[in-house]
């Protein structure tokens, strides 16, 4: 298979200890969980949340941009948006619900993380049910009608003191290591990625790690093809 032929083309690119070690990343990444940030306009809160996604192996993030462009600070996300697999939904007036439409044609029950009514608490949310993906907000005004309309749940963090909310990429942070870490001490849960997932996720971390990976690529398609 020519995916397979150029992963192991360009794995000579790189040391044997960054192969080592996208192979035990890729062991505990999951897409069972997904993060969609709506309209977050400070970009230290939307790099930090990108941060939290890698380090607690959230792979898919969905970026929503109604009002706001999605921005990410290099001194705060260090690197994480290199290995995240980012989508972007900013053709149309209302992108939330193309946004959340895709995800639940992808079977995601869309999980708005903010006060309601028929909330959950993040210690009784049942995780089991099925695939899940985090709504999270805009710093001043929170997730927007069409988002709250368009949730299947809402799940909110337990709070003890006077002040009734977090900063987005704290929120983030604590749901996100909370939901992974309960996922992966569930053997009823399927989170891992399949094989093929592993597969492309593993050469696109190839070529952002390669100088001219794209050269590279282009030589090795046109060696295989005179062969």
Known sequence: MMKEKLIGYLSDFVTQRRLELFDKVLGKRTRYITVVLEDIFQSHNASAVLRSCDCFGIQNIHVIENLNKFQVSPDVALGANKWLTIYKYSRYKNNTKDCINTLKEQGYRIVATSPHKNNSLMNDFDLAKGKTAL????????????????????????????????????????????????????????????????????????????????????LFIENQQID
């Open 135 to 218: 709504l999270f907000g805009s710093e001043l005004h929170g997730l927007s009608k069409s988002a709250l309309e368009l949730a299947d749940e809402f799940v909110m963090i337990p709070m003890s003191g006077f002040t009734e909310s977090l900063n987005i990429s704290v929120s983030a942070a604590l749901l996100i290591n909370y939901f992974t870490s309960l996922l992966r001490n569930d053997p009823s849960i399927n989170w891992q990625l399949s094989t093929e997932e592993k597969s492309d996720i593993k050469l696109q971390w190839l070529k952002n790690s390669i100088k001219k990976s794209d050269a590279i690529e282009r």
